[in-house]
């Protein structure tokens, strides 16, 4: 019995020593400083005002429409590209095709600096327009303020990393976060969040020039209410809500939801007359209310990049996005061009056995690891590897279906994923008498 616990408990120690040397961090000089509390914070709101971010908004609507593939999307993207590496910050291009479009994105790297955290979060806007819009809201308003954002936070060391990611594509199908989604998840990247600024400069009424609106699907509902607490927090420097409303799949987080992470769109709330038109232009912008949009991004971001991680887990298979024959993954499903069908993303398991597996990271012994499918429990194990074959218990799972995986620690904390899966099986578990 002494010698089951110790091997149990040697191979959570392996586990959790396994994280540690997850993929290489950049090693920060200690001079940096490290938000510990509430002043620091609000010593980076202060930092943001108009007058930066015009500069940065005017930085890329001088180059006028910026629609996807064209000489002044390229223009943008080498402003923004540029912008970032100003900040010194590591920045790359990403370079995609999808849907008959060539085109780039563009990432800035904040990485955290605790060497036991894998996870990261995504704040991100999209430099690219419809033909002939200038794209001042729709939105140079969110890419800008991501720009404005890590200009800030760059000057500070948090425990997680911040990836900043200006898209192109969004106004053709969302094809630059989606390429780069598929990617992120066939890496096995650990994004915990994804915060997609779409629409966040206008406002012409008291109650909209106060509220910002975020629209999670009910996975990512978790990012909403913390923001929402995020916003109390600094209510009496900001005077800013957060409005939760049902998700919208047509932004650039939709992308990531597909592919198993959390993400919401957030936008302002009132409604922009001059959207996908010539005249969506820098002066029909609310420059007290964008930049108070801005300022509570920025909150929302560094705390959230602070904030400890007690257990997380995470669905390692099977693969999203795969058509599965029984245990073997067989090829991956493409559905990039038809961004509006849920198809995107969608795992397919023809047969039987396939196996699903969980990881766990986490500060504390784990207790057991539940299976369940559409929210029924299938099964449960107790000891690393997490692993279940896939099948239904007293019937078979034909269908549409969503995996889900719960971690419990020794104290009680419970982490979840999930992912939705397209079976064709008549295995079962459960044996007549
Ligand atoms: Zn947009």
Wanted: aromatic share 14%.
């Amino acid at each position: 019995m002494r010698l089951n616990s110790l091997i149990i408990l040697s191979i959570i120690m392996l586990l959790i020593s396994s994280t540690v040397t997850w993929p290489a961090k950049r090693v920060e000089s200690s001079e940096m400083p490290r938000p510990t509390e509430m002043s620091s914070i609000i010593e980076m709101i202060q930092k943001i005002n108009e007058s930066m971010l015009f500069s940065f908004h005017h930085g890329l609507m001088k180059f006028g429409p910026r629609y996807t593939g064209t000489v002044n999307c390229n223009l943008a993207a080498q402003y923004i590209y540029e912008t970032f590496q100003d900040m010194g910050l590591p920045v790359e291009f990403y370079e995609w095709r999808c849907g008959g479009f060539i085109s780039k994105d563009i990432i800035a790297t904040l990485y955290g600096v605790d060497p036991t955290s894998t996870a990261e979060y995504i704040l991100c806007g999209h430099y690219d327009t419809v033909k002939g819009a200038p794209g001042a809201d729709d939105d140079g308003s969110g890419t800008a303020a991501v720009l404005a954002i890590a200009s800030v936070l760059s000057h500070y060391q948090f425990n997680h990393t911040i990836k900043f990611i200006a898209f192109s594509g969004e106004e053709v199908g969302t094809y630059g976060s989606f390429t780069y989604a598929r990617e992120a998840a066939f890496r096995g990247e650990n994004i915990v969040a994804v915060l997609n600024m779409d629409m966040i400069g206008y406002a012409n009424t008291v109650e909209g020039g106060r509220t910002l609106r975020f629209f999670p699907p009910v996975r990512s509902r978790w990012i909403a209410d913390y923001a929402t607490s995020i916003a109390e927090k600094y209510h009496d420097i900001l005077d800013m809500s957060i409005a939760t409303f049902p998700s919208y799949p047509g932004a650039d987080d939709q992308p990531f939801v597909d592919y198993g992470y959390d993400g919401v769109w957030i936008a302002h709330q009132d409604g922009y007359p001059w959207g996908h038109s010539a005249n969506d232009t820098a002066d029909h912008l609310n420059w007290t209310y964008y930049t108070k949009a801005t300022k509570l991004m920025l909150a929302i971001t560094a705390e959230i990049a602070q904030k400890p991680i007690d257990v997380q887990v995470m669905l390692r298979q099977p693969y999203e996005g795969y058509l599965y024959f029984f245990k073997q993954p067989v090829l991956q499903t493409s559905y990039g061009k038809k961004w509006f069908n849920g198809l995107r993303g969608l795992t397919i398991i023809i047969g039987g056995r396939t196996m699903a597996t969980a990881e766990v990271f986490s500060k504390e012994p784990i207790r057991y690891v539940i299976f369940c499918v559409d929210g029924e429990f299938m099964v449960w194990d107790s000891q690393p590897p997490y692993e279940w074959q896939i099948k239904g218990w007293f019937y078979p799972l034909l269908g549409r279906r969503t995996i889900e995986v719960y971690a419990y620690t020794m104290s009680g904390k419970v982490a979840s994923d999930e992912m939705d899966v397209f079976i064709i099986s008549l295995s079962t578990t459960y044996k007549k008498p």
